[in-house]
């Protein structure tokens, strides 16, 4: 019998690190294949599976099914150096890539320039900084903008890879040496002999896989609020972590993205700098933070804590027309006795509307809480909705009444057992 066509997109709808690999995990087990479609080692997803922990920053977390196909779609930005060094991480954890991984050749490339010009310019801004991972992501993608960028396919073409590269410099007003550029060329040689064999036209599989039939997860990377369009702009990142984002990165009609599921924290989260209305400095931050283990995956940062905003949570979920939501975490709210969720902002007497467009000034704006009570009961081993506590359920009705949209899974603790499915 044939199968029918689908593709589900598993998107980050607030500042990243809302358990999307975990979600992702989850879901993949009925997955042919998963993608990743914009970002690069900026990312941090990690999985836990029977007691043993994988991250993956640029891989697609699919790589742990040991049938799954992966992809890295044209809308990332690849460290070569960086990427084979992940690759051989996992393959010591017993990860078989062997005919699973497939690069975009059109993915573009972050050279060790970029990682320079990623740092330098964090420290020119001084307390003006964004906060970045330092992986030389808003650089490469800023090149990849500006046309001088080099892309994956490029390394084949030695002499075209020359000049292209000397031209980067160039544009940068830096002049290497005849020796440095030597010696970059062969370290990206080098790289270029490990990956070659990975790297094709994914765009023209992608189509292909998805009309024969086969299930396609879009794995999202950063969150909405991450966006460089619609996120907390300067405060983003420099990719469209956002729905659209799908189809421009991994060359897939938009009319093919049959299902959209939008993964929130049961809290909220943020590393790096900007706006973040809800933001907690108590003890029940604190307490978040370490029961939570809400450390950077990427660069070991402590992660900022607040309440649930719902207000930034019904604009993402808007803004990429979701179908349903994953909630996770929410485990580390147990023994909390009160919960806020946020519910309006208010500048003055006024309550805005619905997220701001503008920069918000946090000087001026107060949020609107709707104060719920707590549980106590350990819900780690819960797997149906039934089973948690009446307040946990009137807290998780409280956001899908205030997204308008269904809750189709909570995650209960880090494991891929911990998850509760809705319908
Ligand atoms: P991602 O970037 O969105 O994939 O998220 P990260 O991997 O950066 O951060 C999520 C963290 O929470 C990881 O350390 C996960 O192992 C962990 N985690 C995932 N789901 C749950 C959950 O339901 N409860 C708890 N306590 N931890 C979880
Ligand atoms: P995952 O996929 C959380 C944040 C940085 C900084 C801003 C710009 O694990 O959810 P960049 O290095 O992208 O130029 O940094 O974006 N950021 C993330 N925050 N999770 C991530 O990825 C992030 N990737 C970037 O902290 O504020
Ligand atoms: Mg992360």
Same mark, same amino acid.
């Given at each position: ?9 598993? %998107? ?33 997803? *990690? ?41 051989? !991480?996992?393959?010591?954890? !017993? ?36 906060? *970045? ?37 160039? %544009? ?75 189809? *421009? ?28 209305? *809800? ?18 995956? #990427? ?33 580390? %709210?147990? !023994? ?9 902002y208010w500048q003055g007497d006024t309550r805005l ?8 000034d946090?000087e001026s704006t107060q ?51 911990? #998850?509760?499915?809705?319908?």
């Amino acid at each position: 019998m044939e199968r029918e066509m689908s593709s589900l997109t598993v %998107l980050g709808c607030m500042w990243g690190d809302e358990a999307k690999a975990k979600v992702v995990d989850f879901l993949g087990a009925s997955a042919d294949v998963v993608v990743r479609f914009q970002g690069g080692a900026n990312a941090g997803h *990690t999985i836990v599976s029977e007691g043993k922990k994988y991250v993956f920053h640029s891989v697609p977390s699919g790589m742990l099914y040991p049938t799954t196909r992966c992809v890295i779609a044209q809308g990332t930005v690849i460290d070569p150096f960086g990427l084979r060094e992940e690759m051989q !991480g996992l393959m010591a954890q !017993g990860i078989d890539f062997s005919g699973r991984l497939f690069i975009d050749s059109r993915a573009g490339l972050v050279l060790p320039l970029h990682k320079e010009l990623d740092s330098s310019k964090e420290e020119q801004l001084g307390k003006n900084r964004i906060g *970045t991972t330092g992986k030389g992501i808003g650089p490469a993608y800023a090149d990849q903008s500006a046309r001088c960028g080099l892309r994956m396919g490029d390394l084949a073409h030695p002499d075209w890879l020359r000049k292209r590269l000397l031209s980067l410099y160039d %544009l940068h007003g830096q002049n290497p040496d005849a020796a440095a550029l030597d010696k970059e060329l062969a370290a990206l040689a080098s790289a270029w002999e490990f990956l070659r064999g990975y790297v094709t036209e994914v765009d023209i599989l992608l189509r292909e896989w998805y009309l024969q039939g086969d299930s396609i997860l879009f794995e999202g990377a950063q969150g909405t609020l991450l966006d460089v369009g619609f996120g907390t702009y300067p405060f983003v990142t420099s990719s469209h972590t956002m729905c659209g984002g799908v189809s *421009t990165g991994a060359g897939f009609p938009p009319r093919w993205l049959d299902k959209v599921i939008g993964v929130y924290k049961a809290y909220g989260t943020r590393v790096g700098e900007g706006p973040f209305p *809800t933001e907690i400095f108590d003890v029940t931050a604190e307490r978040i933070r370490v029961v939570g283990n809400e450390f950077g995956t #990427t660069t070991g940062r402590p992660r900022r804590i607040g309440w649930f905003d719902a207000v930034a949570a019904k604009y993402t979920a808007d803004l990429n027309g979701l179908d349903g939501l994953a909630i996770t975490l929410l485990d580390v %709210l147990s !023994g909390i006795p009160e919960l806020k969720i946020c519910t309006g902002y208010w500048q003055g007497d006024t309550r805005l509307p619905h997220y701001p467009s503008h920069h918000l000034d946090l000087e001026s704006t107060q949020p609107e809480y709707l104060t719920l009570p707590g549980w106590e009961a350990d819900i780690g081993a819960v797997n149906k909705l039934g089973k948690l506590p009446k307040a946990a359920r009137e807290y998780l009705e409280a956001i899908q009444d205030l997204l308008e949209r269904p809750i189709e899974l909570v995650s209960v603790g880090k494991e891929r057992s911990q #998850t509760i499915v809705i319908n």
